[in-house]
């Protein structure tokens, strides 16, 4: 009786096989020897997706080259196929589970992972009815957490609905891909506009999102209005209060007119004290991390890429410091709450301040079965490592690792007390109110003290009391609207979450517990490179634009809601996260998206005809596209910037190339100016010799051959 262990790759493979007793390894798996498993256990893996949807072409060869005409394509059976670099791990794979009694589907615990498993299983054509299928479900690849799910093992049928939904997502992304993109790439080529331009279920509305926003700014037109601000001197101490109930006012009239109704002037006048409040408040610590809240917060405090976060997460789960990484909820259960306790003092360690810990019963706001579903938030594993280990990680898996700590600190923290003061002053009959804060008990925020940006504390007040006479200087300072603030890609990925519903406040987030996202916790991290990749995304100092190129294929996608609207791809999730919970079939669902596909074939060619912002744009991408490629003009020649090279175009002879780098070094403007102009540069620094060794010399343009002159 032969028992197979399918992972995902080699690195859980090798996680699994660390986990048990003896083993042995082969060409493409391991053989496994240990009281926990069967004799005659096997650990295979793939190298992620071994088998892929199969491009158009392999259906038919006409569809090797895009023509209107093709379109619409819908396959009447779906083609899979593997990869030519990975046929040979897939024959080891098939041979096993060929041989197997038993199958554990052991492929990372998500949608993705019985995609990934069932897929190689059905593409190597064995019986799986006469198999008996096991599912190994864990949150961590500790070995403690290994065995335990062994010992566990559920059954793998019972997955089976997941993996249709994560296919039914995969084929539709497929469909709207091949008919979208041909069928927009080509409209637009007829426009006049080069380039392919692709369209993608989720990457589509993700990036008319970052559209939208760009408008509002370049569109926003500020408007001035006035505020009236009283500046209170009392115990000869000063503080800002503004006009209570607040209001802005549009022109100095109305101001005038509300003053005189008051029965206040601008500058300095008598005020009285007519009310103080004192609350005593509390603030819980934030709450645990789902992936996309783990990316958000990051991306603010160290400007790291989505998907770099994800990248450094999976590192440090790989690692077995933090549990699993793609998860959307923010939640753990009692399990792991009574571990992260009997760990506290390891914990502390690593934690520079020491600081009190005394919440040791589990917090609703923090622990709660009932809403973990596939995977708990993302915490610190039981395996803690030492400062040595800690030093040994990436600055981003640092940095990381440290904000996941303090965050699951904090939950067995005190609550952050303050004492939040009111004051009213009366001023004529207008009131000022004055709100400040005096923190009585650190609690959590210790935890942060590195962090004060994330702190907004407000003002601390004087002493006053009721009826106390003071001195008011009135104040009209003239402002400005301001515009939206342009996404970051933090900001991103909570609107992706969100379905477009920007919200920043925690809370605000957390009462939006049903709402469907815009990809998973599992892609959006990608989908934002993808469009990076693409050049419809460009990234400055953190901030989030649309490219000229991005900018065009929005214009032309614009008349298509569903191509665009978050809400509408947010029901789709949810229509395929039905799949999942057998509500729905594939079959129901991909015939939707035909219709979809079918529409869009019919109506964008007419929408596209004539379109007057189209051409517009089109002409203005053209000339940005000539003014990006011109680098530099000399009276010798004029220089051409490639993504890899120059262009070198003389005004007499012919056209050849330089290197954007030589012997490690940048070569700048200043350099290829000299090199074009007087055939060589003055003396440069930074070059380095093969073995690393940095040296510096004159570059030498001998015709076209570049070379260096050390005279």
Known sequence: MTTVILAEKPSQARSYVEAFQRSTKKQGYYIINDSLLPPDTVITFGFGHLVELAAPEVYDAKYKHWSLSNLPIFPAHYQFIVPTDKKAQFKIVKEWLSKADTIVVATDSDREG?????????????????????????????????????????????????????????????????????????????????????????????????????QAIKNFKPEPYFELNAEILANQQKFVAKLDPYQRFKDEAGLMTFMQAKHVQKGSQGGLIKDVQKQAKKSASPRLFSLSALQTMINRRYHASAADVLKAVQA????????????????????????????????????????????????????????????????????????????????????????????????????????????????????????????????????????????????????????????????????ETTPPVPFTEGTLITAMKTAGKTLDDEEAQAILKDVQGIGTSATRANILEILKKRGYLVTEKNKLH?????????????????????????????????????????DNFLSQIKKFVAKLIADVPTQLTGNAAIKQQINHQQQAQKSDEVFLETPQ????????????????????????????????????????????????????????????AKLKLDGHKLSFDFD
Not at 685 to 695: D, I, P
């Open 114 to 214: 019985e995609n990934i498993a069932w897929s190689i299983m059905n593409q190597a054509k064995i019986n799986l009815k006469q198999k008996t299928i096991k599912r190994l479900w864990i949150n961590s690849l500790e070995k403690d957490a290994i065995r335990s799910g062994f010992k566990a093992l559920k059954d793998g049928w019972a997955f089976y609905p997941k993996y249709q939904e994560a296919q039914t997502r995969q084929i539709s992304d497929w469909l709207i891909g091949m008919n979208g993109s041909p069928l927009y790439t080509l409209l637009l080529r007829q426009n006049g506009v080069r380039g392919v331009y692709s369209i993608g279920r989720v990457q589509t509305p993700t990036l008319y999102m970052v559209y939208q926003r760009d």
């Open 316 to 479: 440090l789960y790989e690692a077995k410091y933090l549990s699993y990484p793609r998860t959307d909820s923010q939640y753990i259960t009692d399990q792991e709450f009574t571990y992260l306790r009997q760990n506290l003092a390891r914990y502390q360690k690593l934690v520079s301040k020491e600081i009190a810990l005394p919440q040791i019963e589990p917090q609703s706001r923090y622990v709660n079965g009932k809403k973990v579903q596939e995977h708990h938030a993302i915490i610190m594993t039981k395996t803690v490592p030492s400062q040595e280990q800690l030093a040994k990680l990436s600055k981003l898996e640092q940095q990381v690792y440290d904000l996941v700590l303090r965050t699951t600190l904090a939950m067995f923290a005190d609550p952050y007390e303050y004492e939040e003061t009111t004051i009213i002053t009366q001023v004529g009959d207008a009131n000022f109110k004055a709100t400040g804060k005096v923190p009585t008990k650190q609690g959590w925020q210790a935890l942060f003290d590195d962090h004060k940006a994330d702190q907004q504390e407000a003002a601390t007040l004087p002493l006053v009391h009721q009826g106390d006479q003071v001195q008011a200087n009135l104040q009209t300072p003239q402002k």
């Open 546 to 586: 649309v490219s000229e190129a991005g900018i065009t294929l929005c214009k032309a996608v614009e008349l298509e809601p569903l191509l665009t609207s978050p809400e509408m791809t947010a029901k789709w999730e949810q229509a395929l996260q039905q799949i999942g919970t057998e509500e729905r079939t594939p």
């Open 637 to 696: 020649a004029t220089v051409l910037n490639k993504q890899k090279f120059y262009i070198v175009k003389p005004k007499q002879g012919e056209s050849f190339t330089l290197p954007k780098k030589w012997s490690s070094k940048t070569l700048g403007k200043t350099a290829i100016k000299a090199l074009v102009t007087k055939g060589e540069t003055s003396k440069l620094k930074g070059f380095k010799s093969k073995k690393g060794k940095a040296f510096a």
